[in-house]
């Protein structure tokens, strides 16, 4: 999945076609979204 910066709408890659553009707003910069785990480390 993948986050446009302009409008915050969810993209998946599969709305992305040739070029890499927001399908909504047409802003050029997308970002990828993390999964928010949490990871921990025992010593």
Do not use: F, N, W
Request: a positive charge; one cysteine or more; proline letters at 7%.
């Amino acid at each position: 999945m993948y986050k446009c910066l302009d409008c915050g709408k969810s993209i998946s890659p599969e709305e992305i076609e040739r070029k890499v553009m927001c399908p909504y707003c047409g802003y050029r910069i997308l970002i990828k979204e993390r999964p928010k785990i949490v990871k921990k480390v025992v010593l």
